[in-house]
Every structure is written in C-alpha cells, then in structure tokens.
C-alpha cells in the first residue's frame, strides 16, 4: 500500500509539474521572481516533448508501481483520470512535437500578456506620481 500511494503521489506531481509548465507564467503577475522558476520548467517541458525523452518521474512511478505489485494503471481514480493526461495512448512523435509547440506557444502568450500589463501600470504609476507631484 505504501508504494502504490508513493506511486500515485508521484504522479500527482508529474501533474503538477505539467500544470506548472503550461500555466505558470500567470504566477508572474503576482510574484516577480516566478518566471526564475517558470521559464526553467518550460524549457525542460519542451525539450522532453521535442526530444521523444523521458521525464525522470515515469520511470520512478512505474518503479513504485511495481513494487506495489500493480501490473499496469488500471483501477482508482488517479489511475481512471489523470494517467490518460500524462500519458495518452495515441501518443506519437507528430504529437510530441504539438505539445511541446503548445507549451511555448502558450507561454509566450502569457509573458507576453504579463509583459503588457507590467508595462501599463508602469505608466499608470509614472502618471499617478506625476499627478500627485507639487
């Protein structure tokens, strides 16, 4: 029972990260050092996805699975509904590629929606000093 939850928690990590990875440049509206820890992950996201690698996570998961005596992902709700997110069956190179496209695709959009939006209350910010100004 202790590998089998061990195995789950790092899956439920595995989700995370990749939850971190796509969306986690949001975090930059509110803490300025996030993207320190963000583009990191990015890069690493993409390069697996591009690459056809392994995460280090899978193998670590499927070790504990093993050992838990499981055959296979079958069972439960971690197994039933987030496996398939991680791990598609139909997953090919072609795909590979989409979802490492996706991943940056989608945080250039969202460093650049931050980059905007620190920008316009920059200058909101000058304009407000300006005003209140002697």
Not at 21 to 39: K, S
Not at 104 to 132: D, E, P
């Amino acid at each position: 029972m202790g590998y089998r939850l061990a195995a789950d928690a790092v899956l439920l990590l595995h989700l995370g990260f990749i939850a971190f990875a796509v969306l986690g440049g949001l975090l930059a509206l509110r803490w300025r050092l996030a993207p320190w820890l963000h583009l990191p992950a990015v890069a690493w996201a993409a390069w697996i996805e591009a690459s056809g690698g392994l995460c280090p996570l899978t193998p670590l998961e499927n070790r504990l699975r093993v050992l838990a005596g499981q055959s296979g992902y079958a069972g439960g709700f971690i197994e039933h509904y987030v496996l398939p997110l991680i791990y598609p069956a139909a997953l090919t190179r072609e795909l590979q590629f989409a979802l490492a496209g996706f991943v940056v695709l989608v945080n250039l959009a969202v460093y650049a929606w931050v980059w905007r939006r620190k920008l316009r209350q920059g200058s909101t910010g000058a304009c407000a000093r300006r005003a209140r100004a002697p």
